[in-house]
């Protein structure tokens, strides 16, 4: 073998040796399921309870110098179905939106109801898009990082860090704060697709994030713009933030607005939960698009019944509609969690206090036990209990996916989950 063969095995040789010490990548998820039995609806098998399914590639690459480049890709992944766009948990009809339309006729308010809630129809990911959960890639520095992509906002966060069922379940806290009128209007912005984030932690505990979008951000990309900022301490048994959402409507207008306080303190075998959260919408980022509906699906039927009256139906839609597509409502959760051997009880109580005309306000009960089977296995029982009043039609939720609705407005919702979840 010549001198410049064997040189050039050497180097190829030498190369890979390098490259893992500096570049990381890894596969990973959650793979959940389970039954849920909801009152008003069949037992059901469900993907997601605990923690949402999903499959997850993650990476960074150490630049020198303290840079890091890192990226993130998360899809979520439905294991009852094998899609990627959840359902609601039950196909009970919500009436909150469509409040104030009974002048509609018969069959027109119920083309109406199905156009707003289509039976088997998208709650989540309704995009479908492959990397619904988190598309984000960046750059880590001395002073912080800067991600860019489609991301957790900041104040959904410091809500996430506050709920003592980790956002999942029946007993998550975000049960009673997705808005009276359901799962389209939502309570809190989770995600933001097209951001720019800046986030910094520092040795002491305190952190902070700082979140700007411009048109085509939010959950949904609906937003005209959109910004977000929180401020955290993690240090000890203290785990406590501070976070505010705001989006802007297409037209510019001021959109969802969320504040959120609270968090965590570990005491021995003890962890105990407090949150706030408040909610205001006086211009919902969904509202051209349920007018939008109307024009192509409803309004063409109406052509017989002549331009007067059809104008006239449309008027009671879009006044309607614009009304029951607000929000104004504050809500507070407290619970706890406590450690004994191989398992863990989980408690807690919320309340969303209604501060629209409807005052329809709702309460949630939950207690959880989760038995860990190994560091990556656990099975989980959860029972919750909404008391809803007036309007309200809140029924339990699950990780992955809304509740869905009580069958009736003020019927209370109710529900019993079991699962198991492996993390790998």
Known sequence: MNKSLRAAICTAALL???????????????????????????PKIISGGADGSRLGIKGSEE?????????????????DTGTQWPTLVNENQGYYLTRGMESLPAPILAAVRRSLQPPGGPAVNPEKALFDRTAMGGLV?????????????????????????????????GSVTGGTAGFTALGADIRSQ??????????????????????????????????????????GPWDVGVGHNHGYDPRGAPSLRSTTIGGSYLWEDWKFFAGWHDQRNRNSAWLPTYIAGWDA???????????????????????????????????????????RGPGRIVASVAH??????????????????????????????????????NEAQYSPATAGAPGGFTKFPGEDGRAFQLGVRHRF
């Open 16 to 42: 890979p040796a390098a490259a893992p010490a500096q570049t990381s990548v890894q596969l990973y998820g959650i793979a959940d399921a389970g039954v849920m039995w909801q009152r008003g609806s069949s």
């Open 63 to 79: 630049l020198g110098r303290g840079l890091k480049a890192v990226f993130n890709l998360e899809a979520r992944i439905e294991l």
């Open 141 to 173: 520095t001395p002073f912080g990082a800067i991600l860019l992509g489609r991301m957790y906002t900041p104040g959904y966060e410091v809500f996430a860090a506050a709920d003592a069922f980790e956002v999942g379940t029946g007993g998550t806290w």
């Open 194 to 235: 097209r951001a720019l984030q800046c986030r910094i932690a520092l040795p002491s505990g305190l952190g902070g994030s700082l979140m700007v979008a411009g048109r085509g951000s939010g959950y949904l990309g609906l937003y005209n713009k959109f910004w977000g900022a929180a401020l955290t301490y993690k240090a």
């Open 297 to 339: 699906q409803i309004a063409p039927a109406l052509a017989p019944l002549g331009a007067a009256t059809a104008a006239a139906l449309r008027t009671v839609f879009v006044d309607n509609i614009t009304i029951n597509s607000q929000q104004d409502a504050a809500s507070v959760q407290v619970g706890l969690q406590y450690r």
């Open 352 to 389: 969303q206090d209604d501060q629209t005309p409807s005052d329809s306000d709702a309460t949630l009960f939950a207690l959880g036990y989760n038995y860990y089977l190994s560091r990556r296995t656990d099975i989980y029982a959860v029972a919750s209990f909404i008391k809803n009043d």
